[in-house]
């Protein structure tokens, strides 16, 4: 069965709660941009490029809904603005929703533009489209970059011969992050969802998920990624679904697995997601991402960032301007799941029913919590997108190129 992150058609949005993963599937109904904005700040939806899809397609819902209700086409627009700036303040590091409403705005103004005044419905219909292509657009490059990604590795890894190879991740960015699995049919004026037949893509996943269609992954080591545990328990759950070989280790493991089992295990490459590509290649992720990229230089490890070129910002020219938000220290001190318990065939188990919420720090202990950090580009071997892998010349990133040439 496949995993579906998304579910979606004209006027009706579903999400899967990312919160209640990996013991239980709960969809929740998006029903305006209100919905997207707390799913989004809750991360009940997370990874950069789901957020843009999620934030532009609830918003493609809430038009959907009451069409015609929001008076002229300047009316419209200016209506359709206001959702989209709002939107973006839900998650100000991930630039790909900053980037999707900058496109959305630039659709709308141009279909006000070309309207009657009185013709307020074409606006709407011009965003609902263009939401829609959104998502189309996404699916399809995500399996480029899997795919990309996959022969990159493969091509360093000639010099060992032809053994499997095993690669490291860092929280997730797979079905959970990116609705990979998910793919448009239009027929008229309807649009229909349904599972590809093939595995799913992701951004980073995508790429494990490519070596592993080749034949040739030994293990995907993923880290656990505190203090939200997406990777325990979102990438887990993902590699487990899809059975692909796969381990876990805590965050402060990977110096030693890769000093102690990379020889053994093969381990080539660590892979990761962006939620921001500075212009110079300097890289916002998930936090840990930094400290896994100076462990790479340091063990020899090729360090590979996948992500869309929705996520380059060529207007910021360096890490430094990148905006880094910072959670409540509350999410390092406590953690919350399902009671554990044995079945009736003596095996472990888990108690959905009986969510708990527990202290893991001393009471009143006071917490830094950055959620991302960012990893400077001469750590960084190569940025693989949806138009192939970019390396440095001359030792520096021209990430510009990406955009003079199509896939």
């Known amino acids: 069965m496949v995993l579906q992150a998304i579910k979606y058609t ?20 998006i029903t305006n941009v209100e919905d997207a904005w707390h799913a989004i700040k809750d991360m009940r939806v997370r990874g950069a490029p789901a957020i843009a899809i999620v934030a532009a397609l609830a918003l493609a819902v809430e038009l959907f809904n009451k069409k015609n209700s929001h008076g002229s086409s300047h009316q419209t627009k200016e209506y359709i603005v206001t959702k989209l700036e709002y939107l973006v303040t839900s998650r100000p590091t991930a630039v790909n929703l900053a980037d999707a409403a900058r496109k959305l705005e630039k659709r709308v103004t141009e279909a006000a533009a070309e309207s009657s005044d009185s013709q307020g419905g074409l606006v709407e219909d011009s965003y609902i489209t263009a939401a829609q292509d959104m998502l189309v ?19 360093l890894a000639k ?35 349904r599972s590809l037949a093939t595995a799913g893509y ?5 790429v494990i998920r490519s070596l592993h269609k080749s034949h040739r992954l030994q293990c995907a080591y993923y880290t656990e990624t505190r203090p ?18 796969c381990a876990m280790i805590t965050d402060s493991m990977a110096a030693a ?36 990229a100076i462990l790479a230089k340091h063990h020899g490890v090729k360090f590979l960032v996948a992500a869309p070129r929705t996520t380059i910002d060529l207007g910021t020219r360096t890490g430094e301007g990148i905006t880094i938000e910072e959670r409540p220290p509350r999410e390092m001190t406590v953690m919350k799941g ?27 202990t006071q917490a830094w919590n950055p959620a991302f950090d960012v990893t400077p580009a001469d750590l960084i071997d ?26």
């Not at 960015?173 to 793919?183: I, P, R």
């Not at 545990?229 to 692909?244: A, C, F, M, P, V």
């Open 10 to 29: 004209p006027g009706s949005l579903e999400i899967l709660d990312q919160l209640q993963l990996p013991h239980k599937e709960v969809y929740q109904n």
């Open 137 to 155: 657009d996404d699916v399809q490059d995500n399996e480029k970059i899997g795919s990309y990604g996959a022969s990159w590795i493969l091509k």
């Open 159 to 193: 010099a060992n011969g032809d053994r499997k190879v095993s690669v490291v991740t860092h929280c997730n960015t797979g079905y959970a992050e990116v609705h990979s699995s998910w793919v448009l049919y239009q027929t008229n004026t309807t649009i229909f969802t």
């Open 202 to 206: 992701g951004t980073a996943l995508g």
């Open 228 to 245: 939200y545990n997406q990777g325990s328990r979102l990438t887990g759950y993902e590699l487990l679904h899809d059975n692909i070989p």
């Open 257 to 292: 697995l890769l000093r102690l089992k990379g020889e053994s295990q093969n381990i080539v490459a660590i892979i990761v997601g962006a939620d921001r590509v500075a212009a110079n290649g300097d890289t916002a992720n998930k936090i840990g991402t930094y400290a896994l």
């Open 338 to 364: 399902p009671r554990t318990k044995t079945d009736d065939r003596g095996e472990p188990a888990v108690d959905t029913m009986a969510v708990e919420e527990v202290s893991t720090a001393a009471m009143g």
């Open 382 to 407: 190569g940025i693989v997108t949806e138009v192939g892998v970019l390396e440095k010349e001359e030792g520096q990133f021209h990430v510009e190129k990406a955009f003079s040439y199509h896939s």
